[in-house]
């Protein structure tokens, strides 16, 4: 497995836990980072991503609560949740892979993934 994360775990609403994606080398010589979620019984959902150009993107509903910071020195990509809520719910997982250009954008592969790290948010 090219990436693992670690960091999940069960919190109150309003708490805060940091999940940690970390990567060999190799992997995290790819440029394209991201963070998914996915809730049980619903589908994957992308919520911030680097396009290895500078650009980092937030899905609305964790701009302001969610922070994503990087070691590149250990290959390790860090997500620190803040103000949890029972709608993050999810199991969470962290993916790299090749990028295209598509004439507006880089777009990634999503070749390389973790296993995931549960996070459980209780009312």
């Known amino acids: 497995v090219p990436l693992k994360e670690s960091g999940g775990g069960s919190v109150q609403s309003g708490g805060s836990l940091k999940l940690s994606c970390a990567a060999s080398?190799?992997?995290?010589?790819?440029?394209?980072l991201a963070w998914f979620r996915q809730a049980s019984g619903k589908g994957r959902e992308e919520f911030w991503k680097y396009d290895g150009d500078g650009k980092t993107w937030y899905a609305d509903d964790v701009k302001g609560r969610f922070i994503i910071s990087q070691d590149i020195a250990s290959y390790s990509l860090y997500l620190q949740m803040n103000r949890l809520k029972p709608e993050d719910t999810a199991m969470y997982s962290c993916a790299t892979g090749g990028r295209t250009w598509s004439g507006t954008g880089w777009n990634c592969d999503y070749s390389d993934w973790g296993q995931g790290t549960q996070v459980t948010v209780s009312s």
């Open positions: 080398g190799a992997t995290y010589r790819r440029y394209f």
